[in-house]
Nanobody, 124 residues
Framework: QVHLVESGGGLVQAGGSLRLSCAAS????????LGWFRQAPGKEREFVAF????????YYADSVKGRFTISRDNVKNTVYLQMNSLKPEDTAVYYC?????????????????WGQGTQVTVSS
């Protein structure tokens, strides 16, 4: 069992930055692949970023590539999402997730555990 708690969301102007954190409790955090997803009002949950168990591989949605960076600290049991050059279309609730994504890392269904989400609002 893994319990995930996101933090770091808030209101920021376009062009600004935020750093989201997701702290995990439970066993074997370092065994899990981790993902960040987001969901805007009236839209489906969408993939944002992925990092594998070791931190050696990461992937991003095209919409955030070059602006967002995912990282993890397996000692602190925490995954981060550094978000730069934010745009109004990045406004959403952001969720972290843990599971064994493998090649299907962009599907929410492959993740076993989810946080409660943190709101990110980007004003124009």
């Amino acid at each position: 069992q893994v319990h995930l708690v996101e933090s770091g969301g808030g209101l920021v102007q376009a062009g600004g930055s935020l750093r989201l954190s997701c702290a995990a409790s439970g066993r074997a955090f370092s065994n899990y692949d981790l993902g960040w997803f987001r969901q805007a009002p009236g839209k489906e949950r969408e993939f944002v970023a992925f990092i594998n168990w070791s931190g050696g591989s990461s992937y991003y949605a095209d919409s955030v590539k070059g602006r967002f960076t995912i990282s993890r600290d397996n000692v602190k049991n925490t995954v981060y999402l550094q978000m730069n050059s934010l745009k109004p279309e990045d406004t959403a609730v952001y969720y972290c997730a843990a599971g064994f994504g493998g090649k299907n890392y962009y599907f929410p269904s492959v993740y076993n555990y989810w946080g409660q989400g943190t709101q990110v609002t980007v004003s124009s």
